[in-house]
């Protein structure tokens, strides 16, 4: 039972505006084992409803996003699946950018000039 909880994959959504940024990240999840990619939003309202159908264990969050927007999709994401961690992406490192995710219920915050140093441990340790 123990070796196959050891190749349990950690579920993934992305949720970003920029399609680009979206093929970037998964791109870096798929170079490592442990993340399984289970959706891709493009907006706050298709991470809400694609959280809830795919049951990730991370969401990778964008604040900014047309309609609803990264802070109001983490806190009804969070609201309806306590299990489901939200990391918040953004180019912003604004105090209140910050707040407000967290208020929201997004567990880390990485600034997208950090992702390449600090993606895979931020996810890594939410899911833990």
């Known amino acids: ?70 802070v109001e999709a983490t806190r009804r994401i969070r609201k309806r699946r306590k299990s489901t961690a939200v990391l918040v992406l953004t180019g912003s490192n604004a105090r209140g950018d910050v707040d407000r995710a967290r208020k929201a219920g997004a567990g880390a915050y990485v600034t997208k000039d950090q992702i390449a140093s600090q993606l895979i441990d931020a996810i890594l340790d939410l899911a833990a």
């Open 1 to 70: 039972m123990e070796a196959a909880a050891a190749h349990t994959k950690i579920k993934v959504l992305i949720a970003d505006d920029h399609r680009l940024f979206v093929d970037a990240l998964e791109a870096i999840l798929a170079t490592d084992e442990r993340f399984e990619v289970v959706g891709r939003a493009y907006d706050g309202e298709t991470a809400v409803r694609l959280a809830g159908k795919e049951k990730p264990d991370v969401v990778l969050m964008d604040i900014a996003m047309p309609g609803v927007d990264g």
